[in-house]
C-alpha cells in the first residue's frame, strides 16, 4: 500500500474517533417534582387522608395482581390448550383447503 493512502486511512479512522467521541451528549434532566418518597407517597400536597386512600388503593391493586394458585395455572392451561385444539384440529377433521 502507498504510504499516502496509510497515512488518509489512519487520518480518517482518527476523525471518525474523535467525532465520535465529540457527539457525547448530558443525560437528560429528570422530570420535575420527581422524588421516591414523594412518588411512594402520593402527591405531596396531598392530604393525609388522600395519602391513606392512595395507599389502599395501591394495597388493592397489588392484591389483585397476586400469584395464581395451583389449581388456577392447571386450569388456565387446561382452558388455553382447549381453545388451541378448536382452532387447529388435527388429523382427519382438519378442514381441507
Do not use: C, K
Not at 467521541?21 to 422524588?35: C, L, V
Not at 418518597?37 to 402520593?42: E, F, I, K, T, V
Not at 402527591?43 to 397489588?62: A, D, G, L
Amino acid at each position: 500500500m502507498e504510504p499516502f493512502v496509510r497515512i488518509f486511512v489512519l487520518l480518517a479512522l482518527l476523525a471518525t474517533a474523535f467525532g465520535a467521541s465529540a457527539q457525547e451528549m448530558a443525560p437528560p434532566p429528570p422530570p420535575p417534582m420527581y422524588d421516591g418518597a414523594a412518588q411512594r407517597m402520593g402527591h405531596p400536597e396531598w392530604s393525609p387522608e388522600q395519602r391513606h386512600q392512595f395507599r389502599e388503593e395501591m394495597r388493592m391493586r397489588r392484591q389483585e395482581r397476586r400469584q395464581m394458585t395451583p389449581e388456577e395455572r392447571h386450569q388456565l392451561r387446561s382452558d388455553i390448550r382447549d381453545a388451541g385444539r378448536q382452532l387447529y384440529p388435527r388429523g382427519r377433521h382438519r378442514a381441507r383447503e
